[in-house]
C-alpha cells in the first residue's frame, strides 16, 4: 500500500493491525466455510481445552497470553453457544475447571479437515515469499520479551537527546548553577548539611585547589546537571563522585550518565585506582544509574553526611 511506503517502519502497529484485520476476516470465513461454529477470537481457548480435558481460567490465560478478564469473557461466550462448560474441581471446590461439552468435542473432531487444509495453505504462501514469517514473528516475539517496543524507544530518545548536552569543566560563572542544582534536590529529599555549604559556597577552595573537578552539562544553552570529584586520601580510592545533580525539567536525557561517565574518565586519565561515591537508597534511580556505571556496594568508610546510608565504589586499576 502506498500509505505504509510512505510511512515506512513507524507505522509498524499500524501494518501489523490491518494485517490481522484482513486474517481474522478469511479466517471467520474459513470457519464458515467448513461449517464449524467457531469465532476466530475463539480459537486459543479451544485448541487449548482439545489437547487437555480441563483447563482453570488463569492457566487458560497463561498459556495464550491473555489476560484473565479477556479469557473470562471468551468462556462465557462459548458456553453460551454451548461449546464448553465449568465445574469445580474435585480437590480445590473453589476453583472452577473449564472443559469442552458434548457439542465442542464434535467441533474439536471437525475442525481437522480444516486444520489440515490451512496448514497446506500457508505452506504454500511461505514458499512463495523470501521470508518466513513465522519465524520472524518468533524472532521478533523473543527480543520484545526481552525488551519491550516502549523501552527500545525511550533509550532511543534518550541516547538522541544526549548528544545535544555539552559536558564542561566547571568556571567561576558556574558557582551559582552548581549550588542551585545541588540544594533542589536536596532540600527535595533531606536537609542541608554542614559538609554541603562548605562544598557548594566554596567549590573553588573546597574541590578545585585540592586536586578535585567539577563538570558541568549544557543543554541548549542551559545549565542543566552538575557533579563533582573530591580528591580522596585513601588506599583503593583516589576520588569521591560528589554533589550529582540534575534538573528536574532534563531528566531523562541521559545527562546524570554522561556527567558519571566525565568523571570515571577524567579519573582513569589521571591514573587512579577507584572512584568512591556515597548516596541514600530512597534515590532509587540514582543508585540504578551508579550500579549501571559499575558501582558496587561496599562498606568501611567514614562519612560526614547524616543523609548516608549507603556508599558504593568501582575499581579501575585491579591490581589494588
Not at 468435542?105 to 487444509?117: F, H, L, M, N
Not at 549507603?310 to 579501575?316: E, N
Request: hydrophobic share 40%; with cysteine; net charge neutral.
Amino acid at each position: 500500500m502506498e500509505f505504509f511506503k510512505l510511512t515506512g517502519k513507524k507505522a509498524l502497529g499500524s501494518r501489523l493491525r490491518l494485517m490481522s484485520e484482513v486474517v481474522t476476516a478469511d479466517a471467520a470465513k474459513i470457519y464458515e466455510l467448513y461449517g464449524v461454529a467457531l469465532q476466530p477470537k475463539w480459537f486459543p481457548v479451544f485448541f487449548l481445552l482439545t489437547q487437555n480435558e480441563t483447563y482453570a481460567i488463569t492457566e487458560l490465560a497463561t498459556a495464550i497470553g491473555h489476560s484473565h478478564a479477556s479469557v473470562s469473557n471468551i468462556v462465557k461466550e462459548m458456553r453460551r453457544n454451548g461449546l464448553v462448560e465449568e465445574k469445580k474441581d474435585a480437590l480445590d471446590k473453589r476453583r472452577n475447571l473449564v472443559q469442552l461439552t458434548e457439542k465442542g468435542r464434535g467441533v474439536g473432531e471437525k475442525i481437522k479437515d480444516q486444520y489440515e487444509d490451512v496448514g497446506a495453505v500457508i505452506e504454500d504462501i511461505s514458499s512463495q515469499t523470501r521470508h518466513n514469517l513465522w519465524e520472524a514473528m518468533e524472532e521478533w516475539t523473543y527480543l520484545l520479551e526481552q525488551k519491550s517496543l516502549y523501552e527500545r524507544v525511550r533509550e532511543r530518545r534518550k541516547q538522541r537527546e544526549s548528544e545535544r548536552v555539552q559536558i564542561l569543566d566547571y568556571e567561576p560563572r558556574f558557582q551559582g548553577a552548581f549550588k542551585a542544582l545541588n540544594e533542589e534536590w536536596i532540600a527535595r529529599y533531606f536537609q542541608m548539611e554542614a559538609a554541603d555549604y562548605k562544598a557548594l559556597d566554596h567549590p573553588q577552595e573546597y574541590i578545585l585547589d585540592k586536586e578535585g573537578h567539577i563538570f558541568m552539562a549544557i543543554l541548549d544553552g542551559e545549565v542543566v546537571g552538575t557533579c563533582g570529584m573530591i580528591k580522596m586520601d585513601d588506599p583503593d580510592y583516589d576520588f569521591e563522585l560528589a554533589k550529582m545533580a540534575v534538573s528536574p525539567k532534563a531528566q531523562g536525557k541521559n545527562i546524570g550518565w554522561l556527567l558519571g561517565n566525565a568523571v570515571i574518565e577524567r579519573a582513569r586519565k589521571l591514573g587512579a585506582k577507584g572512584v568512591y561515591l556515597e548516596s541514600n537508597t530512597l534515590l532509587e534511580p540514582a543508585i540504578r544509574l551508579y550500579q549501571k556505571l559499575g558501582f558496587v556496594k561496599i562498606v568501611g568508610r567514614s562519612t560526614p553526611y547524616a543523609r548516608c546510608n549507603i556508599q558504593m565504589g568501582l575499581r579501575l586499576l585491579e591490581n589494588h
